[in-house]
T-cell receptor
Framework: KAGVTQTPRYLIKTRGQQVTLSCSPI?????VSWYQQTPGQGLQFLFE???????NKGNFPGRFSGRQFSNSRSEMNVSTLELGDSALYLC??????????????FGSGTRLTVV | KQEVTQIPAALSVPEGENLVLNCSFT??????LQWFRQDPGKGLTSLLL?????REQTSGRLNASLDKSSGRSTLYIAASQPGDSATYLC??????????????FGQGTILTVHP
């Protein structure tokens, strides 16, 4: 089956602009989580969406937002970009149920560079 | 607050060696622990998922153990190969509450296997 698809793979943006990243989960998966990965902070949780509802949110400013569509595809948006937003953004797909035997499958990520 | 620590931060070994990567976590109330591999600039590839009730999981040359009560996991790689060179990350999913979709990651172990 197809894996988790993230687009675009690379982005270069200027400070102050906004950006939208996309994630298509594995077919049948209804949960999408987003993470930011930087060399200094490692992998940090941004938020999670399930059936078009945000169920959980990490400690990021309001410039970071997301949404999920009825086909489970998710987008995240970062407004008023700062240099510190340069990172690899990863999304993870899961069934959405919670329990010991439910794991997460990650996409290849979007590399965002803010100049 | 859950914290995950991985030791060592980096490891360089000659091809053919058996090696052990360590992961510790502070809160034992977890659903599972997942080991991932990340190649430079790429996404995460899931290697093994150990449910909270399990003691170990095996896949090929990889064996992961879990001691939930002591908050520790190890990833054993047998007969290492240059193709095993990557960053290895462990992550836990906390049980209960509303921590939907959130994995807490360690900082990773950078493994280099030289011919």
């Amino acid at each position: 089956k197809a894996g988790v698809t993230q687009t675009p793979r690379y982005l270069i943006k200027t400070r102050g602009q906004q950006v939208t990243l996309s994630c298509s989960p594995i077919s049948g998966h209804r949960s999408v989580s987003w993470y930011q990965q930087t060399p200094g902070q490692g992998l940090q949780f941004l938020f999670e969406y399930f059936s078009e509802t945000q169920r959980n949110k990490g400690n990021f400013p309001g410039r970071f937002s997301g949404r999920q569509f009825s086909n489970s595809r998710s987008e995240m948006n970062v407004s008023t970009l700062e240099l510190g937003d340069s990172a690899l953004y990863l999304c993870a797909s899961s069934l959405g149920d919670r329990g010991p035997n439910y794991g997460y499958t990650f996409g290849s990520g979007t590399r965002l560079t803010v100049v | 607050k859950q914290e995950v620590t991985q030791i060592p931060a980096a490891l360089s070994v000659p091809e053919g060696e058996n090696l052990v990567l360590n992961c510790s976590f502070t809160d034992s109330a977890i659903y599972n622990l997942q080991w991932f591999r990340q190649d430079p600039g790429k996404g995460l590839t899931s290697l093994l998922l150990i449910q909270s009730s399990q003691r170990e999981q095996t896949s090929g040359r990889l064996n992961a153990s879990l001691d939930k009560s002591s908050g520790r996991s190890t990833l054993y790689i047998a007969a290492s190969q240059p193709g095993d060179s990557a960053t290895y990350l462990c992550a836990v999913e906390e049980a209960g509450g509303t921590s939907y979709g959130k994995l807490t990651f360690g900082q990773g172990t950078i493994l280099t296997v030289h011919p």
